[in-house]
């Protein structure tokens, strides 16, 4: 009894021994046959949360680009994996991220969406010299912080409000304005561009900040309807938009409202419902009408239904990021960010090209309408009336 | 102006109460300030929104929008009663003779888990009411006090009447009170304090759910973490209000939704739910008992 107890436990030790081993040395190989064989790209984003529709959509323009190249055979011979990251556009939770991203060995990011992710993000990519290009943050920050491995192919927030202020101040002529913020870099930087753009041509009668999150903005817009203004403008994104728009209406606040790419989503129109109608956004040209797309949003809606307002962005993001490996030839960072510098893309977007700090050369904002519960396009800069 | 604000603040005030009374009532009992009493609101919201899809899926809600309303409404207290009762039974009553602080850890464990499972279970984006009730209002001059606004005011108003009745005039609110006043001696003349309990969550989360009900179709938006906030405000208003004193918690959420709305419009808006802080810190500093008083002396 005692004999076989023994031999028992010494076979058992034994089994769970070589099992050990067996899995180390499993662990080891594929470990380094996984170094070998993939170009691992970083995607960060919203991917969770009230602002995950965006995230995902970014994560999907991304993913297309990927699989195309992978269908062609990948990058300097290598198949390309798609590694996903959820920032919650928290500034904190983007840093973690970042350096997890840098941990796994991504040699380029598409992301982050919010500027108050993107910026502290960028610095940890710009320690690791690994290029990043945002699909969407549009705050003039990131770009001004010297780094040479910060892209963005979306346009900057003083150009956005520069555009706003001159459709506000030439074509609908108002002379009164109240302008609404959620506090986020992104937020408050576009409406303090707006602002600068628009001092000497009209008057800002209010402006304040809202906290992100909340739901009950009937207190500022009370005290803001005091003030009779003729425009109501915001720097924020669509759940606190949505909400404010729907709120002023209740409280008998009947001007006109005008936001920035912030709110360009279905789910603005969900929530304001009926009192969206009217609004006016900036943001970048519609796809539809850009000739280029056409390849893109068929191939999109095959795979992910109807595109988000960034998924063209993120989906020549991708593809700027994988023309620029196959040009400088190496995985090595300053080599790819160099390529994208001395770069001239011709993608979903029409033509891109970017100056020193990382930015497209040509302003892309035109002025959208929220029209029978659709965005349509309604005003290019150059237009005088309307 | 000064009358939109006061009207802002009051229906703001009014959910803040409903959900305030639940705090006070579980604390005047067991005291234990329940933490997981803002998800029980938000669970409110979020069975609102499925019921009233699924109901709008059976064609009622296009034929009769009020029976509809008064269907989802009916299904979110029962529903939310019943969570009130499985939290009690599961975290909070093995936990009874235990130190004061574990259960108070288990309300903290509870909330968390239900923050999780509803984002799990239904996503983390937000959900969205959908626009199927009538605009409007009255208005006058500039003054506009909005149809759903007015609903708020005097649901609330009408519960709370009711909860003062049920307390003050039947058997049930009798022994609910005795149980306040001294548990053992209350258990010694015959009360069931278990049912008492039981009966104390049940109500607690039915207002919780009512208001979860009417905030969903104010706001038209809801998602997992709108418990949290709207909780620790509740609980500021019990505070304030004195915890343990339904009065108080009625009082207390009026004067918090009005004193948050006219601050975040006098005085800066970004700072708007500081306010809510600021006056539960002042109220511990100089009035640990709340405005209207702490129901401690009737205790000894």
């Given amino acids: 009894m005692r004999v076989t107890k023994r031999y028992f436990r010494m076979k058992l030790r034994y089994t769970v021994l070589f099992l050990s081993l067996f899995i180390l040395l499993a662990a080891i190989i594929t470990g380094c046959s996984k170094k070998e064989d993939v170009i691992k790209i970083g995607v960060a984003g919203p991917m969770t949360g009230d602002q995950s529709k965006m995230g995902i959509d970014m994560k999907n323009g991304a993913e297309l680009a990927i699989n195309e190249w992978n269908r062609k055979g990948g990058v300097l011979e290598k198949k390309l994996k798609i590694i996903v990251e959820d920032d919650q556009h928290d500034p904190k939770q983007a840093v973690s991220v970042a350096n997890k991203l840098v941990n796994a060995g991504t040699i380029g990011i598409i992301g982050h969406f919010n500027s108050n992710a993107s910026i502290p993000a960028s610095a940890t990519y710009n320690k690791a010299n690994i290029p990043m290009i945002t699909p969407a943050s549009t705050n003039p920050q990131l770009t ?23 459709f506000v101040s030439e074509v609908l002529k108002f002379k009164r304005i109240a302008v609404l913020h959620d ?3 992104y937020g408050q930087g576009l409406a303090d561009e707006f602002v600068k753009a628009i001092n000497h041509k009209a008057d800002v009668v209010y402006y304040a900040g809202v906290v992100q999150g909340d739901k009950d903005f009937r207190a500022v817009l009370t005290a803001l309807k005091g003030k009779r203004p003729e425009l109501l403008y915001f720097g924020g994104i669509y759940p606190e938009g949505g909400l404010i728009i729907k709120q002023a209406r209740e409280l008998g606040l009947n ?13 603005f129109i969900e929530i304001a419902g009926p009192a969206s109608e009217g609004s006016y956004l900036s943001f970048s040209p519609d796809p539809e009408n850009i000739p280029n797309a056409k390849d893109f949003l068929k191939s999109y809606r095959s795979n992910y239904g109807e595109p988000g307002p960034y998924s063209i962005y993120a989906y020549d993001a991708a593809n700027v990021l994988l023309r620029s490996i196959e040009a400088a030839g190496s995985a090595d960072g300053a080599a790819i960010s160099k390529a994208i510098h001395e770069m001239k893309h011709t993608g979903a977007l029409g033509e891109l090209e970017w100056d020193k700090k990382g930015d497209i050369l040509h302003s892309p904002y035109v002025v959208w309408e929220v029209k029978n519960g659709k965005f349509t396009e309604y005003w290019k800069p150059g237009e005088t009336n309307h | 102006m000064f009358l939109q604000q006061l009207i802002n603040g009051f229906t703001l005030g009014a959910v803040y109460a409903l959900i305030a009374l639940g705090y006070t009532m579980v604390y005047g009992i067991l005291e234990l300030i329940n933490f997981a009493h803002g998800e029980i609101y938000m669970l409110g919201a979020y069975i609102t929104i499925i019921s009233l899809s699924i109901l709008t899926i059976t064609g009622l809600t296009s034929k009769s929008l009020i029976l509809s309303l008064l269907i989802v409404l009916i299904i979110t207290t029962i529903i939310s009663g019943a969570y009130g009762l499985t939290m009690e ?3 909070y009553r093995p936990l009874r003779h235990a130190p004061r602080l574990s259960p108070l850890i288990s309300a903290i464990g509870v909330s968390i888990f239900l923050q999780n499972y509803v984002m799990l279970t239904q996503g983390s984006a937000d959900k969205i009411f959908p626009h199927i009730l009538p605009p409007g209002g009255l208005s006058m001059a500039d003054v506009t006090l909005t149809y759903m606004q007015m609903f708020i005011i005097i649901t609330s108003v009408f519960l709370m009447t009711a909860l003062h009745t049920f307390i003050r005039k039947t058997r049930l609110g009798k022994a609910m009170r005795a149980t306040a006043q001294d548990k053992k001696m209350a258990s010694l003349v015959g009360i069931d304090i278990d049912t008492v309990i039981m009966v104390t969550f049940i109500t607690g989360s039915a207002l919780a759910a009512v208001a979860g009900f009417m905030v969903a179709m104010y706001y038209g938006l809801v998602n997992f973490y709108m418990g949290y906030v709207a909780g620790i405000k509740a609980f500021t208003a019990a505070v304030l209000g004195g915890i343990g004193n339904i009065q108080g918690a009625v009082f207390g959420g009026f ?20 306010f809510a802080f600021i006056i539960l810190i002042l109220i511990l500093i100089f009035k640990p008992t709340g405005l209207l008083g702490e129901r401690v002396p009737e205790k000894v």
Avoid: H
């Avoid at chain 1, 001004?144 to 001159?166: K, W, Y």
């Avoid at chain 1, 001007?255 to 789910?267: A, N, V």
């Fill in chain 1, 144 to 166: 001004e912080q010297g780094f040479t491995n910060v892209f963005r192919v979306c346009g900057r927030d003083d150009q956005q409000g520069l555009v706003a202020a001159t």
């Fill in chain 1, 183 to 185: 506090k986020t870099t």
């Fill in chain 1, 255 to 267: 001007i006109p409202f005008m936001s920035g790419d912030g709110l360009i989503d279905q789910k």
């Fill in chain 2, 89 to 91: 039974r599961a975290a």
């Fill in chain 2, 255 to 274: 004067l918090l939704g009005i004193l948050e709305s006219l601050g975040a419009a006098y005085i800066s808006s970004e700072y708007k739910d500081a």
